[in-house]
């Protein structure tokens, strides 16, 4: 089975009012979400900027853009299978990525792009491989 077919896009809801926004990116429900604490982070992309470009051979992430529009694209390193998810806030999706699935995050849109992201492990550089997508 390709890692691909293991994204998952999870429903969220954004509940606003007069004084703004409340939104849980992560309940702690989620399949496959770790009983230990990984990192939690959070990422900025100027418009038609890019971030990511690598993949993870044992992490996990889930992804949630809070600010701005964000086109995510992904592939599986051992298949090539490929996929790509629009991303907003006003969208109220969270996406999780298995490992060894290929991500990059552009800025599509004309204010800055935020990302918030929860990863199953704490930071290692021998896996975070850099991926051309």
């Known amino acids: 089975m390709s890692n691909i077919e293991n994204v998952k896009v999870i429903p ?8 703004g926004w409340f939104f849980k990116a992560i309940t702690g429900t989620e399949e496959c979400i770790p009983n230990h604490t990984g ?10 900027q890019i971030k990511g470009c690598h993949f993870h051979p044992e992490a996990v992430e889930w992804f949630t853009v809070i600010c701005g529009n964000a086109l995510l694209k992904l ?11 629009r991303m907003s806030l006003e969208q109220s999706i969270t996406v999780f990525v298995p490992n060894k ?3 990059s995050f552009t800025n599509v849109g004309d204010t800055n792009m935020v990302i918030l992201a929860y ?4 930071y290692d550089p ?8």
């Open 12 to 19: 969220r809801r954004l509940i606003s009012d007069e004084r």
């Open 101 to 103: 699935v290929a991500h």
């Open 75 to 85: 592939e599986d390193v051992e298949t090539h299978e490929c996929k790509e998810i």
């Open 39 to 48: 990192e939690v982070y959070l990422t900025m992309g100027k418009p038609g």
């Open 119 to 122: 990863t199953d492990k704490l």
């Open 126 to 133: 021998k896996d975070t491989i850099a991926y051309t997508l």
